[in-house]
Structures are given as structure tokens and as C-alpha cells.
């Protein structure tokens, strides 16, 4: 019968400072745009990422996401599918043909 390894418990030492999470001390969080209409799951989940030290900016609709990237201009975007005024691809092809966005990692979800 094959042993299988059991890590140890995680203590507090073992988890490092929010700052200590970004690769490489001289580097900016990673910045990105929430696009979801659902307010309390926004939060939740922009509090979980800023927690792993990301930094979050939270659109609650296509139309607000297409102005808020022009500013913030995201490394990644993370878009609900189902937006009250937009489909969620629509941030994504608009996003896409940016020169300062196009790069983004971007992941359209749905229920």
C-alpha cells in the first residue's frame, strides 16, 4: 500500500504579506477589472482578489466597463456574460481591438 504525503498544517508564518505576493518587490499589483452587475458577488470577489493582493476596479455594466478600461487599462478582465445593457463579449472584442488593452487576459463567465 502506497504512502500519500499529508503536507503539514498552514500557520500564519507560513502565508505571506500581501506585499510579499506580487512577483518581485518593484513590480505594481496586478490590476483588474471586475465587470459584473450583481453587487454583493462583485464585492466578495473584489475582496478576495484584493486579498491576494490584486488590485480590483469594479464596472456594474458593459457601458461603464468600456469607459472605466480606457482609464485603468487592465491586465486582466474578469466579465459576467450576462450584463443589463451588454453581452459580456462586447467589453471583450471592444477590449481586444485597444492598443493599451489588447493584451489583457480576459474570462467571460455565466451561470
Not at 450584463?83 to 489583457?104: C, E, H, I, V
Request: charged share 30%.
Amino acid at each position: 500500500m502506497k504512502k500519500t504525503h499529508r503536507p503539514s498544517k498552514t500557520t500564519e508564518e507560513d502565508i505571506p504579506e500581501r506585499a510579499d505576493i506580487v512577483a518581485g518587490s518593484n513590480q505594481r499589483q496586478p490590476r483588474l477589472l471586475l465587470i459584473e452587475d450583481h453587487v454583493s458577488l462583485a464585492e466578495v470577489t473584489a475582496e478576495l482578489l484584493r486579498l491576494a493582493g490584486v488590485e480590483v476596479w469594479i464596472a456594474k455594466s458593459g457601458t461603464e466597463a468600456l469607459k472605466m478600461g480606457k482609464v485603468v487599462k487592465p491586465d486582466i478582465i474578469l466579465c459576467d456574460r450576462y450584463l443589463p445593457d451588454l453581452s459580456g463579449l462586447k467589453p471583450g472584442r471592444s477590449f481586444r481591438a485597444n492598443p493599451d488593452t489588447k493584451n489583457a487576459v480576459l474570462q467571460s463567465t455565466h451561470q
